[in-house]
């Protein structure tokens, strides 16, 4: 994965999450109070933005550590982990539907495979790249 579509990546996800965060606050904030969604609304921020940050991170260390190929874990875990946990919680919030709280789990798998990709990428580069 290249270093410039991670921070790019982190980039449109990180103004994602800026934009759905204010929208819940200012614009959504009394129809999720009335649902009694706030609290899941923004558990879905926080992680988003969380997340996003995450890739930047990997972005910046992708650009330090080329040769740290075994990364591109940690890049797919924290996207999809975005895509299906934050993802899934915002329509629940929106939509009501609730069987979409049967998938958010799958989002947080791959957040935590995110992660461990990352630790993953750093254990299997050669002592040489470190």
């Known amino acids: 994965m290249k270093p410039t579509t991670i921070i790019q990546t982190a980039a449109i996800f990180g103004a994602i999450a800026v934009g759905v965060g204010a929208f819940g606050a200012h614009g959504l904030k009394s129809m999720l109070e009335a649902s009694g969604r706030l609290e899941t609304f923004e558990t879905a921020v926080k992680y988003h933005f969380y997340h996003s940050l995450a890739l930047f991170g990997l972005g910046i260390l992708a650009f330090v550590k080329p040769k740290w190929k075994k990364l591109s874990l940690s890049f797919w875990g924290f996207t999809i982990g975005i895509l299906i946990f934050?993802?899934?919680?915002?329509?629940?919030?929106?939509?009501?539907?609730?069987?979409?709280?049967?998938?958010?789990?799958?989002?947080g798998v791959a957040f935590i495979l995110g992660w461990l990709g990352l630790f993953w990428g750093t254990i299997s580069a050669k002592q040489s790249e470190i």
């Open 86 to 107: 934050s993802g899934s919680l915002y329509v629940l919030c929106l939509s009501g539907i609730t069987w979409l709280g049967a998938i958010t789990p799958l989002g």
